[in-house]
């Protein structure tokens, strides 16, 4: 039977409950056991999928096509299981399962209240969420609870997993509280006191943690520690320093070096070998040894809250550390570039465009792709980067001077980027493929298999065919194909299912290497195999760097790209 390790919050949010979970993750998976993690979320939407990036951050597509919290994105990093649906879900979710339980009569009359059967609903959720495939369950299952101990929203949670300990036996359930001890300049000292009322609250709803995560911008001298064990009744030894470090990939073996691992097999009656860490330590190694640097433009619309592209920075930071190289990413508002032009991009050696959502600072990512394609800067351009960079060589290159996507310009005569059911019919009947009436379900989304053209960038950094996911609306429009590839643009991989753009590119000799994907390599990732796609954007750019690091900005073409007027020149 799956014995579960419970994380909760307190003090303040963002603290790092995600990678403390996947770290522990990491921890016990490396002394022989099969984990999984859940993240319970109390929020009373769906999925995040209809959240605003500012409001949530990134949202995180799973193998299944599930829209999820982007912790489950660290889950992934840290361990092998690969995620689902079944791993994260929200308030929304278990109200709209007992409501519709109780419709179907199925509570057989009785008044349906929050416990117990709201708490009831959260725990058949965490017993669905310990399976790794149907007939296989974790060995251990983290649940991170998500919130802050205290919040309204979270106390059906909290309820809930309180009783699992009654439910399944103590040495079934183990309770790790993460919080911050915060350091007062102005006193000079750290103070324990927040942690102590937060665990103070956590025990007034009737948990008591077995250990206590002290979050820190440094580590804590055991006074601290023997304060914080006295005050909230846990043993020294389970008062763990979790304080600020240079990549979050070290954390596995700062809880092993406090023997976190142990506490926890402790906990639920575990004998176990001792934890291997070779692989993070390996990768520690080569992470330390980065003796290149690598300057990459971001040219996004969230770029003000960095949560919007962890992913994309994590896998970014996978490849160059497997390249022996320094990743810096520069975060660049596309609407900056509208209002003072692309200057600022000469001092990068990449540039890369990611997806997003809606109008706002479109002509500047375009304007950015420009001048990646005329200066002949390593690019890459993912979802609605790539959707961008066709629509600016169909405009700049292919004549078609108001070339457009119907998400942006419903009537324009060049629909270069189009939904569906917009540009192909099937059986005489206009039909939404892949699309249904709400905001939460009207997208290609999860897994879907990709064959790629010999002969192709493309082909050498996958072969024939890869597996990625996919979280979009708009598609390449197909009919348009012909004029485009004739005035040079290379569509270098297709959906097998029905021949959708996946992939473009142009040739080598005309460009060293520029790319757009419609799917979201960076999902795929993890610290301890980089992306492949990844490597050779990275690659690419380190070769710019160290093939122009004496040459001025001012030999690249920064001239400034109006809305209206274009350059029609070819390749």
Same mark, same amino acid.
């Given at each position: 039977?799956?014995?579960?390790?419970?994380?909760?919050?307190?003090?303040? *949010?963002?603290?790092?409950?995600?990678?403390?979970?996947?770290?522990?993750?990491? $921890?016990?998976?490396?002394?022989? #056991?099969?984990?999984?993690? /859940?993240?319970?979320?109390?929020?009373?939407?769906?999925?995040?999928?209809?959240?605003?990036?500012?409001?949530?951050?990134?949202?995180?597509?799973?193998?299944?096509?599930?829209?999820?919290?982007?912790?489950?994105?660290?889950?992934?990093?840290?361990?092998?299981?690969?995620?689902?649906?079944?791993?994260?879900?929200?308030?929304?979710?278990?109200?709209?399962?007992? /409501?519709?339980?109780?419709? %179907?009569?199925?509570?057989?009359?009785?008044?349906?209240?929050?416990?117990?059967?709201?708490?009831?609903?959260?725990?058949?959720?965490? +017993?669905?969420?310990?399976?790794?495939?149907? &007939?296989?369950?974790?060995?251990?299952?983290?649940?991170?609870?998500?919130?802050?101990?205290?919040?309204?929203?979270?106390?059906?949670?909290?309820?809930?997993?309180?009783?699992?300990?009654?439910?399944?036996? &103590?040495?079934?359930?183990?309770?790790?509280? $993460?919080?911050?001890?915060? +350091?007062?300049?102005?006193?000079?000292?750290? %103070?324990?006191?927040?942690?102590?009322?937060?665990?103070?609250?956590?025990?007034?709803?009737?948990?008591?943690?077995?250990?206590?995560?002290?979050?820190?911008?440094?580590? /804590?001298?055991?006074?601290?520690?023997?304060?914080?064990?006295?005050?909230?009744?846990?043993?020294?030894?389970?008062?763990?320093?979790?304080?600020?470090?240079?990549?979050?990939?070290?954390?596995?073996?700062?809880?092993?070096?406090?023997?976190? &691992?142990?506490?926890?097999?402790?906990? $639920?009656?575990?004998?176990?070998?001792?934890?291997? #860490?070779?692989?993070?330590?390996?990768? $520690?190694?080569? +992470?330390?040894?980065?003796?290149?640097?690598?300057?990459?433009?971001?040219?996004?619309?969230?770029?003000?809250?960095?949560?919007?592209?962890?992913?994309?920075?994590?896998?970014?930071?996978?490849?160059?550390?497997?390249?022996?190289?320094?990743?810096?990413?520069?975060?660049?508002?596309?609407?900056?570039?509208? *209002?003072?032009?692309?200057?600022?991009?000469?001092?990068? &050696?990449?540039?890369?465009?990611?997806?997003?959502?809606?109008?706002?600072g479109i002509e500047g990512k375009i304007e950015a792709i420009s001048f990646a394609r005329l200066n002949k800067i390593p690019f890459l351009g993912i979802c609605l980067g790539m959707q961008l960079a066709v629509v600016e060589f169909a405009r700049n290159v292919a004549k078609m001077p108001l070339a457009n996507s119907t998400e942006f310009d419903a009537k324009t005569g060049f629909p270069v980027i189009a939904l569906i059911n917009e540009w192909t019919r099937i059986d005489?009947?206009?039909?939404?493929?892949?699309?249904?009436?709400?905001?939460?379900?009207?997208?290609?989304?999860?897994?879907?298999?990709?064959?790629?053209?010999?002969?192709?960038?493309?082909?050498?950094?996958?072969?024939?065919?890869?597996?990625?996911?996919?979280?979009?609306?708009?598609?390449?429009?197909?009919?348009?194909?012909?004029?485009?590839?004739?005035?040079?643009? /290379?569509?270098?991989?297709?959906?097998?299912?029905?021949?959708?753009?996946?992939?473009?590119?142009?040739?080598?000799?005309?460009?060293?290497?520029?790319?757009?994907?419609?799917?979201?390599?960076?999902?795929?990732?993890?610290?301890?195999?980089?992306?492949? #796609?990844?490597? *050779?954007?990275?690659?690419?750019?380190?070769?710019?760097?160290?093939?122009?690091?004496?040459?001025?900005?001012?030999?690249?073409?920064?001239? %400034?790209? +109006?809305?209206?007027?274009?350059?029609?020149?070819?390749?």
């Amino acid at each position: 039977m799956t014995k579960f390790v419970f994380i909760t919050g307190g003090v303040v *949010s963002s603290l790092g409950k995600g990678i403390a979970a996947a770290s522990l993750g990491a $921890l016990l998976e490396s002394r022989g #056991l099969k984990v999984t993690v /859940i993240k319970m979320d109390p929020y009373l939407n769906m999925d995040p999928g209809t959240m605003s990036p500012f409001q949530h951050g990134e949202v995180f597509v799973t193998e299944d096509g599930a829209e999820t919290d982007l912790d489950l994105g660290h889950y992934e990093r840290f361990i092998a299981t690969r995620m689902s649906r079944i791993n994260n879900f929200t308030t929304g979710q278990i109200y709209d399962s007992v /409501i519709r339980k109780e419709r %179907k009569g199925q509570y057989l009359g009785k008044t349906v209240q929050v416990v117990p059967h709201i708490t009831n609903e959260i725990q058949d959720f965490i +017993f669905r969420g310990a399976k790794i495939s149907h &007939d296989d369950e974790a060995e251990v299952a983290i649940v991170e609870v998500g919130g802050t101990v205290g919040d309204i929203e979270s106390l059906p949670f909290l309820e809930a997993i309180r009783q699992m300990a009654l439910r399944l036996g &103590d040495s079934m359930t183990c309770y790790v509280h $993460l919080t911050l001890v915060p +350091f007062l300049a102005s006193a000079g000292e750290l %103070k324990t006191k927040p942690t102590q009322h937060s665990v103070q609250r956590l025990r007034e709803i009737g948990i008591l943690p077995n250990l206590i995560l002290c979050r820190a911008d440094r580590f /804590i001298p055991d006074d601290e520690r023997k304060k914080i064990s006295l005050f909230c009744n846990v043993r020294e030894e389970a008062v763990i320093s979790v304080y600020d470090v240079d990549s979050i990939y070290r954390i596995p073996r700062i809880l092993c070096e406090q023997r976190v &691992d142990d506490l926890i097999c402790r906990s $639920l009656n575990l004998s176990l070998p001792e934890a291997d #860490l070779s692989i993070w330590d390996d990768l $520690l190694a080569k +992470f330390s040894n980065t003796s290149r640097i690598v300057k990459i433009a971001m040219v996004g619309k969230y770029v003000e809250l960095r949560e919007s592209y962890k992913s994309l920075n994590e896998a970014l930071t996978h490849a160059g550390i497997h390249r022996q190289a320094k990743v810096t990413v520069d975060y660049i508002d596309s609407e900056m570039i509208q *209002s003072v032009g692309t200057s600022k991009l000469t001092e990068f &050696d990449a540039i890369l465009v990611p997806g997003g959502f809606g109008e706002r600072g479109i002509e500047g990512k375009i304007e950015a792709i420009s001048f990646a394609r005329l200066n002949k800067i390593p690019f890459l351009g993912i979802c609605l980067g790539m959707q961008l960079a066709v629509v600016e060589f169909a405009r700049n290159v292919a004549k078609m001077p108001l070339a457009n996507s119907t998400e942006f310009d419903a009537k324009t005569g060049f629909p270069v980027i189009a939904l569906i059911n917009e540009w192909t019919r099937i059986d005489g009947e206009k039909e939404r493929r892949h699309l249904s009436s709400d905001k939460g379900g009207t997208m290609r989304l999860g897994n879907q298999k990709i064959k790629i053209k010999p002969d192709s960038l493309a082909f050498k950094i996958y072969g024939e065919t890869t597996l990625e996911r996919h979280r979009h609306r708009y598609e390449c429009n197909n009919i348009l194909l012909p004029k485009l590839e004739a005035a040079g643009l /290379i569509f270098s991989g297709f959906t097998e299912k029905d021949s959708l753009v996946e992939v473009i590119e142009f040739c080598q000799n005309q460009h060293p290497w520029f790319m757009g994907v419609q799917f979201h390599p960076e999902f795929k990732s993890n610290p301890r195999a980089s992306h492949p #796609l990844f490597l *050779s954007f990275i690659e690419a750019a380190l070769r710019r760097a160290e093939g122009l690091s004496n040459i001025s900005g001012s030999q690249l073409k920064t001239k %400034k790209l +109006f809305k209206g007027t274009h350059e029609t020149s070819r390749l």
